[in-house]
């Protein structure tokens, strides 16, 4: 169990998460909201790259002392990535495992790596330059980054960017193996509500900094709560016991003006 206490943080003097306190259990645990409303900004608190008021921790104990009793305690992929190097597949992943790499590669090392590769289902691209492949595939390679380390939590950063319809539920499906093979902890921000329902065995909602909304996405993603927090008139519907939304246009302002 990871527990977020009372989280503040400011960017100079502009607040961004207002006194956030949230449970996020084994499984997939899906981070929704409107643009700008602190979703990025929680998962880089949680994974150190920020520093808060308020308090983490991961099973009663601060997550920063669980962090220096296991360094490989977080996996965390961030939204974007510089994608332009020349380095291979290995040496991409291989990154994930940078504090443990001192004078040479160890034959552990490569094994472990080798491992996640073969996990992923990527070991026959362990050679191509990561520039070189599709936005699919390097999507994989970062997940397999994240996961090299074998964190008991991996925090995803809007990992369907830039992919297809076939290829987001491709992923999500390896997302899910992977969180009931290794029992990971999965923190995942997202944009598709249908991909949050359909995944995520808990979502909470942040709106303006400050959380609007958590629980089973049945229960949470409600006819007022989407068109207050995400601004859209949508058809909520259930098909094999999976939610399903399907927007159909802009909540507008008196005026007529769409509400941005």
């Given amino acids: 169990m990871l527990d977020v206490k009372r989280l503040c943080f400011s960017y100079a003097t502009e607040p961004v998460l207002r006194d956030v306190s949230i449970t996020f259990e084994t499984g997939i645990n899906c981070v929704c909201g409107p643009n700008a409303c602190g979703k990025t900004t929680l998962l880089k ?47 991409v992943v291989m990154l994930g495992c940078l504090d443990q790499i001192v004078w040479r590669v160890t034959p552990t090392l490569l094994e472990q790596v080798e491992m996640v590769l073969v996990e992923l289902d990527i070991v026959h691209l362990a050679h191509c330059p990561i520039n070189q492949l599709s936005g699919g595939q390097q999507q994989l390679v970062f997940i397999a980054q994240a996961l090299v380390r074998n964190p008991d939590i991996l925090l995803l950063d809007e990992p369907t960017n830039n992919l297809d319809v076939h290829h987001q539920f491709e ?53 007022e709560l989407i068109q207050d927090t995400f601004r859209v008139y949508a058809q909520r519907s259930v098909f094999q016991e ?12 008196e005026n007529g003006a769409v509400l941005l």
Avoid: W
């Fill in 45 to 91: 608190c949680i994974a150190g790259q920020l520093q808060a008021e308020g308090q983490v921790c991961y099973h009663g104990e601060d997550l920063a002392s669980a962090l220096k009793k296991k360094p490989s305690l977080i996996g965390y992929m961030a939204q974007y990535h510089v994608t332009n190097a020349t380095l291979s597949v290995l040496e």
């Fill in 171 to 223: 992923l999500f499906e390896l997302i899910e193996k992977l969180a009931d093979k290794r029992q990971l902890m999965v923190v995942c921000v997202l944009h598709d509500l249908n991909l949050a329902a359909r995944f995520g065995a808990r979502l909470v909602i942040l709106n303006n900094g400050e959380v609007c909304a958590e629980g089973v996405p049945q229960d949470v993603l409600d006819d």
């Fill in 242 to 253: 999976r939610l399903l939304i399907a927007p159909y246009a802009a909540v507008r302002s």
